[in-house]
Every structure is written in C-alpha cells, then in structure tokens.
C-alpha cells in the first residue's frame, strides 16, 4: 500500500502564492503519476495538476501559468507551487498517485485546505 501526506495549506490573500507538498511512502510503484486535485464545498473534486516519473506535466486550464507542479522521485515528493491566488482556488486540495499498468494502483492523501480571501 501507498500513503500520502499532504502539507503547506493555509490562508492567504488574493494574489498571494502556497506551496503544497505531498511524501508518498509505503509500496511506490516504479512508474507513476503524481498529481493534485481539488474539490471546493458543494463541488465535484476537479484535477489540478499531474506529473508523470518521466516528467509529462498537464495543467487544468483554469491553472495554467499560475500554478507549477514539480517532482523529486528519489525523494516521492511531489509540489504544487500555486501563485496569484484567488477566492475560486480556495478548496479541499488532496494529493494522488496512480499507475495505469500492471500493477494498477491508486491512492489519494487526506488533503490540505487553502483558503484565499478577497
């Protein structure tokens, strides 16, 4: 099994920037997708950003040239460095990783609240 924690919500002000941090630990696929979603209150959960081992990135197009997803294998970090905040990136955000090969798998962290007040 994989677990995943996330870290680095909190409050910020419009145009404010965070950046969330997800440690994968436990039984780590050789090759996976990490990625990061977000579901604000009466929302669907909606993706954010993803980042293959081998370095594919995809970006929603809501957070594109704001946000910046990155990843460390050695280490099973993943970041999203989120900039120019604003009140509609406030959500639930939570951490994700999966593989689509033998073996699937998936697993989803617990998730971190950012809030961005006006």
């Known amino acids: 099994q994989v677990q995943l924690v996330e870290s680095g919500g909190g409050l910020v002000k419009t145009g404010e920037s965070l950046t969330l941090s997800c440690v994968a630990s436990?039984?780590?696929?050789?090759?996976?997708?990490m990625g990061w979603y977000r579901q604000a209150p009466g929302q669907q959960r909606e993706f954010v950003a993803d980042?293959?081992?081998?370095?594919?990135?995809k970006y929603a197009d809501s957070v594109k040239g704001r946000f910046t997803i990155s990843r460390d294998n050695r280490k099973n970090t993943v970041w999203l460095q989120m900039n120019s905040l604003a009140p509609e990136d406030t959500a639930l955000y939570y951490c994700?990783?999966?593989?689509?090969?033998?073996?699937?798998?998936?697993?989803w962290g617990q998730g971190t609240q950012v809030t961005v007040s006006s």
């Open positions: 994700r990783i999966n593989r689509r090969v033998t073996p699937v798998m998936e697993a």
């Open positions: 980042v293959t081992s081998g370095g594919i990135i």
């Open positions: 436990g039984s780590i696929p050789g090759a996976s997708t």
